[in-house]
């Protein structure tokens, strides 16, 4: 049977994600659009989305948070090109993204010593292996296959390396330890549904640390440089940016993190994504024909949900395009790199309600693509 209700909001993407249930562009503060982004109300909408990040997330004393370029990725490839090459590196990867970094380290800055562990689609590799006394890095949440580490625990509290997270699809959905983390990376395009184009670059310490007292050998690019003579630039941590913002996408951030407070904050935006799970786990047992990517349930990210399902390549391409063209979920494709099959968005903006409602009519598109295509 065709179920008769629609989710009321039929953005399922994995980036950018769904804005959050009640966002009006209208309602945005936009008195610092049409300024200079290094004016008092600039400066100051650029701090605050800086210290509200720290504050929300509750990150440790000393920590530093920064706004950066290109989104996600500018983060990242800045970490990585102005601290790696003091020390080897060991690199976790188990899908595209993550394969990404290991193709900067390798080919483009060209380390040697480098030792990378992987595993396929659906799983972890052994994080065991990791050496403390070397650089790791890894992303937290791999988006593109639904698979998370589970925690911190393989993390050495007296490491002598740093350790570099990408968490674009983790933070504000997934409890991280912080004192474990160095550097920490994430794009407002994700958990909050906010807008791309714009990084936050996390740091501890000891990255901090780093920073002053190694110079990469290779030459850095002006929107990657985060010292000056030798000293962090930390202007940039207290909304100094290297260049000019996009004040809207700062404006749009704000709201966002508004938003997280007025829900009673992290705790809250990591309620909202477990319990999105949830419906797809229930949905899964349900179904013997749809199962999880991720192997084990441990494992299972709470937003880039991957599921596979019992139908060829070509059916489940007209299965997402049928879901797409009813108006009931846009963008749930699985990523181009990854296996075929399903990738649902259970961010903190997607309402629980619209994934119950998807539910019915994943049964529906999937017997309608059996029997007719
Ligand atoms: C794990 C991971 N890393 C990096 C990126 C790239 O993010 P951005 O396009 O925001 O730079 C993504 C995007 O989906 C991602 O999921």
């Given at each position: 049977m065709k179920p008769s209700t629609r989710p009321a909001n039929p953005n399922f993407s994995s980036g950018p994600c769904s804005k959050r249930p009640?966002?009006?562009?209208?309602?945005?503060?936009?008195?610092?659009?049409?300024?200079?982004?290094?004016s008092a109300p600039g400066k100051k909408a650029l701090e605050k989305a800086c210290l509200e990040t720290a504050s929300i997330l509750d990150l440790p004393t000393g920590y530093r948070v920064g706004i950066v370029p290109a989104s996600d990725t500018g983060a990242m490839e800045m970490a990585m090109w102005s601290l790696l090459g003091a020390r080897p590196v060991d690199i976790f990867y188990w899908e595209s993204f993550g394969k990404g970094w290991l193709t900067d380290i390798e080919?483009?800055?060209?380390?040697?010593?480098v030792r990378s562990f992987s595993a396929p689609y659906g799983h972890l590799p052994d994080?065991?292996?990791?050496?403390?006394d070397h650089d790791i890095v890894f992303a937290w949440n791999g988006t593109t296959s639904?698979?998370?580490?589970?925690?911190?625990?393989?993390?050495?509290?007296?490491?002598?390396g740093l350790t570099i997270c990408d968490a674009t699809s983790a933070v504000f959905a997934m409890p991280l330890p912080w004192e474990k983390l160095d550097v920490v990376t994430f794009s407002w395009q994700k958990v909050l549904g906010g807008e791309g184009a714009h990084g936050i670059l996390i740091l501890s310490p000891r990255a901090v640390e780093r920073l002053e007292h190694w110079t990469p050998p290779w030459p850095l690019p002006k929107i990657f440089r985060l010292t000056k003579n030798g000293k962090l630039n930390e202007g940039i941590f207290k909304g100094s940016t290297i260049n000019t913002p996009s004040m809207l996408c700062v404006a749009d951030y704000l709201d966002t993190l508004a938003w997280v407070r007025s829900l009673g904050g992290q705790s809250a935006t990591i309620a909202r994504c477990r319990q999105n799970l949830a419906v797809i786990e229930t949905f899964v047992a349900e179904n013997s024909w749809i199962d999880f990517l991720a192997g084990d349930p441990a494992t299972r990210s709470n937003t880039s949900v991957c599921l596979v399902l019992e139908l060829d390549d070509e059916r489940l391409s007209a299965m997402v395009r049928l879901l797409d063209e009813q108006g009931v979920?846009?963008?749930?494709?699985?990523?181009?790199?990854?296996?075929?099959g399903l990738r649902i968005w259970c961010g903190a903006t997607v309402e629980k309600s619209d994934l119950e409602l998807l539910m019915p009519w994943l049964e529906w598109a999937y017997q309608h693509t059996k029997e007719h295509c």
């Amino acid at each position: 049977m065709k179920p008769s209700t629609r989710p009321a909001n039929p953005n399922f993407s994995s980036g950018p994600c769904s804005k959050r249930p009640g966002y009006e562009i209208s309602s945005l503060n936009l008195t610092t659009l049409g300024r200079s982004h290094r004016s008092a109300p600039g400066k100051k909408a650029l701090e605050k989305a800086c210290l509200e990040t720290a504050s929300i997330l509750d990150l440790p004393t000393g920590y530093r948070v920064g706004i950066v370029p290109a989104s996600d990725t500018g983060a990242m490839e800045m970490a990585m090109w102005s601290l790696l090459g003091a020390r080897p590196v060991d690199i976790f990867y188990w899908e595209s993204f993550g394969k990404g970094w290991l193709t900067d380290i390798e080919q483009q800055l060209k380390l040697d010593n480098v030792r990378s562990f992987s595993a396929p689609y659906g799983h972890l590799p052994d994080l065991g292996l990791a050496d403390p006394d070397h650089d790791i890095v890894f992303a937290w949440n791999g988006t593109t296959s639904g698979v998370r580490v589970p925690d911190g625990d393989w993390i050495s509290a007296d490491r002598g390396g740093l350790t570099i997270c990408d968490a674009t699809s983790a933070v504000f959905a997934m409890p991280l330890p912080w004192e474990k983390l160095d550097v920490v990376t994430f794009s407002w395009q994700k958990v909050l549904g906010g807008e791309g184009a714009h990084g936050i670059l996390i740091l501890s310490p000891r990255a901090v640390e780093r920073l002053e007292h190694w110079t990469p050998p290779w030459p850095l690019p002006k929107i990657f440089r985060l010292t000056k003579n030798g000293k962090l630039n930390e202007g940039i941590f207290k909304g100094s940016t290297i260049n000019t913002p996009s004040m809207l996408c700062v404006a749009d951030y704000l709201d966002t993190l508004a938003w997280v407070r007025s829900l009673g904050g992290q705790s809250a935006t990591i309620a909202r994504c477990r319990q999105n799970l949830a419906v797809i786990e229930t949905f899964v047992a349900e179904n013997s024909w749809i199962d999880f990517l991720a192997g084990d349930p441990a494992t299972r990210s709470n937003t880039s949900v991957c599921l596979v399902l019992e139908l060829d390549d070509e059916r489940l391409s007209a299965m997402v395009r049928l879901l797409d063209e009813q108006g009931v979920a846009h963008d749930i494709g699985a990523y181009r790199d990854a296996p075929a099959g399903l990738r649902i968005w259970c961010g903190a903006t997607v309402e629980k309600s619209d994934l119950e409602l998807l539910m019915p009519w994943l049964e529906w598109a999937y017997q309608h693509t059996k029997e007719h295509c």
